[in-house]
């Protein structure tokens, strides 16, 4: 779905998303949480496709709050848009009045607006102040985290949210670098960075830079951290039948996801009873096999969709 207040913003396998929430969004008045607001082309398909349904946005981007609101004022009857972290979700959900769902969107990673606005500092493709804050009113920033970490501080973020082999030796050339003057600009860091990894290395893979600002931005705004509590928050909520869906755009948010589901999906008795305790039997199952990559057409159709990995799980039973 692209258009035109959207500077062409095609929400990611947009017909697998709506198959998957479906069936789930039957009855009479279903509840979706899309937990991951963006610019709210999933939500406006879901309430599209779904006259019953009321939708709950959250998302902690003004901008975001902003844009979807105006994109889904048709729906305004039926919809509820939170500015918050989508950790705070179940104190969301309790607020609007619906501690109970039927359904949920996890649509991570980095918005259009925020990829491409120069200035919020998210892209190495432009040069611009070092910042990566989705919500520009906390105080912690990239360029906080680049010029005030310690180095082996530095060198563990670089190495565990953004999976960089060459961790240590960035955030050494970081270091020495900042000593003489403090590193402000997204251009500066990503020339320190290209400068720090071995020459053999910088010729594959892309810009080198990449993972170190993965990274930051993971930390800047405790990405995985939210996901983390997010994502049990929105399992406990769903209703018998209830599905949630998550699109994850690197390993270890994808990585995280598959642990979550994991132990929802398991017996959890002790092994070797010859007849299954109910109480340990499991309370979800798995809708994907793995993880589900984007087909050749939707890559055409939308580029950014590449990295895309998408798991989804029904409610089978309350407890």
Not at 9 to 15: A, C, D, F, Y
Not at 148 to 174: H, K, M, N, Q, S
């Amino acid at each position: 779905m692209t258009d035109q207040n959207t500077g062409g913003h095609v929400p990611v396998l947009l017909g697998r998303v709506l198959e998957l929430l479906a069936p789930a969004l039957t009855g009479p008045s279903p509840v979706v949480v899309d937990a991951n607001l963006g610019l709210g082309g999933h939500a406006e398909a879901i309430l599209a496709a779904h006259p019953n349904v009321h939708l709950i946005g959250i998302d902690r981007d003004p901008f975001a709050i902003e844009h979807s609101t105006a994109r889904l004022a048709p729906y305004a009857a039926r919809t509820t848009i939170v500015r918050a972290v989508s950790s705070e979700l179940e104190e969301v959900l309790a607020d609007s009045g619906h501690p109970v769902i039927d359904g949920a969107l996890f649509d991570l990673g980095v918005s259009s607006p925020q990829l491409d606005e120069a200035d919020r500092g998210f892209a190495y493709s432009y040069d611009a102040p070092l910042d990566m804050r989705m919500d520009r009113d906390q105080e912690l920033t990239a360029a906080d985290v680049v010029n005030t970490y310690a180095p082996r501080d530095l060198a563990r973020v670089l190495r565990d949210f953004g999976e960089e082999r060459f961790a240590a030796r960035i955030a050494e050339r970081v270091a020495k670098e900042r000593a003489i003057e403090p590193i402000t600009s997204t251009k500066r860091l990503a020339d320190l960075v290209r400068e720090a990894i071995p020459a053999a290395t910088r010729r594959t893979g892309g810009n080198p830079a990449k993972r170190t600002f993965q990274a930051l931005r993971i930390e800047v705004n405790a990405e995985l951290a939210a996901l983390d509590a997010a994502l049990p928050a929105s399992l406990d909520a769903l209703a018998v039948g209830g599905r949630v869906v998550v699109l994850s755009y690197h390993s270890l948010e994808d990585r995280l996801t598959k642990q979550v589901l994991a132990a929802r999906t398991r017996e959890t008795g002790p092994p070797g009873l010859p007849v299954p305790l109910e109480a340990h039997q499991p309370r979800f199952r798995h809708l994907t096999r793995g993880a589900e990559l984007p087909d050749d057409d939707e890559l055409a159709r939308n580029p950014r969709a590449a990295s895309a990995r998408l798991r989804a799980a029904e409610r089978i039973r309350q407890g």
